[in-house]
């Protein structure tokens, strides 16, 4: 083992109850992810037990360079199947120092809605799919995919199994499981119509 790879794979476990936790929010875009990481004393199972963090939203495009201080508001926990042990990652809404939330934390407004009394009087179903596309590293072209051409008609694709048509099965199946270890309620995994894309 090389010694990077020796000091990314530490137990720190075995020398401190320190964890590390990654705060994780919604940039300036509403499409990009921003993240920082914290020390923390020792392990952390509730959200509201986590401290509130700050960061310079001038600089993710959430606020003027003026008074550009965003708080952060840990909302969720889950396991880091990256860093493992009690490390965590932490999902967390944005909001002004005012405690007004900004205009990429979407959250906000899903709570308010979901709190409202005849919302709560029912029982929400929810069918959410994410579906993705694996691109070639190096030519942003989709994995499975001749270079600068096309696939072959759709149709063997879809829950295809084997080399030549499940393209990308073990990075799917990576986030599949680094899913389940972290505690994402994740129902299941499938290859869609086209080579390269995921469901």
Same mark, same amino acid.
């Given at each position: 083992?090389?010694? *990077?790879? #020796?000091? *990314?794979? *530490?137990?720190?476990?075995e020398?401190?109850?320190?964890?590390?936790?990654?705060?994780?929010?919604?940039?300036?875009?509403?499409? #990009?992810?921003?993240?920082?990481?914290?020390?923390?004393?020792g392990?952390?199972?509730?959200?509201?037990?986590?401290?509130?963090?700050?960061?310079?939203?001038?600089?993710?495009?959430?606020?003027?360079?003026?008074?550009?201080?965003?708080?952060?508001?840990?909302?969720?926990?889950?396991?880091?199947?990256?860093?493992?042990?009690?490390?965590?990652?932490?999902?967390?809404?944005?909001?002004?120092?005012?405690?007004?939330?900004?205009p990429?934390?979407?959250?906000?407004?899903?709570?308010?809605?979901?709190?409202?009394?005849?919302?709560?009087?029912?029982v929400?179903w929810y069918?959410?799919?994410?579906?993705?596309?694996?691109?070639?590293?190096?030519?942003?072209?989709p994995i499975?995919?001749?270079?600068?051409?096309?696939?072959?008609?759709?149709?063997?694709?879809?829950?295809?199994?084997?080399?030549?048509?499940a393209?990308?099965r073990?990075?799917?199946?990576?986030?599949?499981?680094?899913?389940?270890?972290?505690?994402?309620?994740?129902?299941?995994?499938n290859?869609?119509?086209?080579?390269?894309q995921?469901?």
């Amino acid at each position: 083992m090389s010694l *990077l790879s #020796d000091l *990314l794979n *530490l137990d720190l476990s075995e020398t401190t109850e320190k964890i590390i936790a990654e705060y994780i929010w919604i940039g300036g875009s509403g499409m #990009d992810v921003r993240s920082k990481a914290r020390t923390l004393p020792g392990p952390v199972s509730d959200p509201s037990k986590l401290p509130k963090w700050n960061y310079d939203g001038s600089s993710t495009g959430q606020a003027p360079g003026e008074d550009s201080e965003v708080i952060l508001y840990p909302q969720a926990i889950f396991k880091d199947p990256f860093r493992r042990g009690n490390n965590i990652l932490v999902i967390c809404d944005t909001y002004t120092p005012a405690g007004e939330p900004i205009p990429t934390n979407k959250r906000a407004k899903a709570a308010k809605i979901f709190s409202h009394p005849d919302v709560v009087a029912e029982v929400p179903w929810y069918g959410i799919e994410q579906e993705y596309t694996l691109l070639q590293k190096d030519v942003k072209w989709p994995i499975g995919w001749p270079l600068g051409g096309f696939p072959g008609p759709q149709g063997p694709y879809y829950c295809g199994a084997g080399a030549d048509k499940a393209f990308g099965r073990d990075i799917v199946d990576a986030h599949y499981k680094a899913c389940l270890y972290a505690g994402i309620n994740i129902s299941g995994i499938n290859g869609e119509v086209m080579p390269g894309q995921v469901r």
